[in-house]
């Protein structure tokens, strides 16, 4: 179980309040999508539900747990964000093991995980590489490597494609699909692209200032918006 509950979540920055008060169900196995005008508190928000940012109150709750005091890395929750640093000097398949590496898991299991993440990912052929000589969409898929062989049970996307040009985001959008059939884990997807909130989401969210306007599955918000704002985010051409 991996459903994720915001309750009551409250967040300010000095005088500034950016979330004032936020309850959200992200369902187990779902593939959720943020939405909403930049500054609305989108990667706020992520960063709350991975712990790299403490609610000022309110609770996070993960498989039904309480976890809003609980570390990052006790989450079991990945991030995968739009500027992917990868080790220049390390390999493909160094740089995707150098987490596991660092929690001195064996070797053994370590290079099981590698080549699972290189089979999901399609990047068997490039583990002997180092990242300059890949592409931006290779370089992201190693990105998103480094979290798979973690195993979390969510996975937390802050406009990971942003970077991308036009052509290469359209495939990278299936592959991200394709990711989330095989490996059944919840996904938390903030983008401000239609399109892709459109074909990736199970349930979209739009936020705006901080606030949740409309929860729903893509065509109901298409269809049934119930404040002018969704009509027009969801609505407007890109
Ligand atoms: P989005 O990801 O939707 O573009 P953010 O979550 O990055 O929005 O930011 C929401 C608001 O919170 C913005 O007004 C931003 O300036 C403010 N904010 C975010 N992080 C901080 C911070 N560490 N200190 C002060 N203000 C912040
Ligand atoms: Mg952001």
């Known amino acids: 179980m991996s459903e994720v509950q915001l309750q009551n979540i409250t967040k300010s920055f000095g005088a500034m309040t950016v979330i004032p008060n936020l309850n959200l169900t992200v369902p187990d196995g779902s593939f959720t999508v943020l939405v909403g005008p930049s500054g609305c508190g989108k990667s706020t928000l992520l960063r709350i539900i991975s712990g790299l940012e403490m609610p000022s109150s309110g609770d996070v709750l993960i498989g039904g747990q309480d976890v809003t005091l609980e570390e990052p890395s006790k989450r079991g929750i990945s991030m995968v964000f739009q500027s992917y640093a990868l080790y220049p000097h390390m390999t493909v398949a160094q740089n995707i093991d150098f987490g596991l590496r660092l929690a001195r898991m064996p070797a053994a299991e370590r290079e099981a995980r590698v080549a699972e993440a290189a089979r999901i990912l399609a990047l068997e052929d490039y583990l002997d590489r180092k990242p300059g ?88 918000l298409y269809d049934r918006p119930q404040t002018e704002f969704v009509a027009g985010f969801i609505g407007s051409p890109k």
């Open 133 to 220: 000589q890949l592409s931006g969409g290779q370089r992201q898929r190693v990105a998103i490597g480094r979290s798979i062989v973690r195993h979390p049970k969510v996975f937390l996307f802050d406009e990971p494609l942003s970077n991308l040009d036009a052509a290469l985001r359209t495939q990278m959008r299936v592959e991200l699909a394709q990711l989330h059939q095989s490996l059944d884990a919840t996904m938390i997807y903030v983008t401000h692209d239609q399109v892709e909130a459109m074909t990736l989401a199970d349930q979209i969210v739009v936020m705006n200032a901080g606030r949740i306007e409309q929860v729903g599955a893509p065509m109901e």
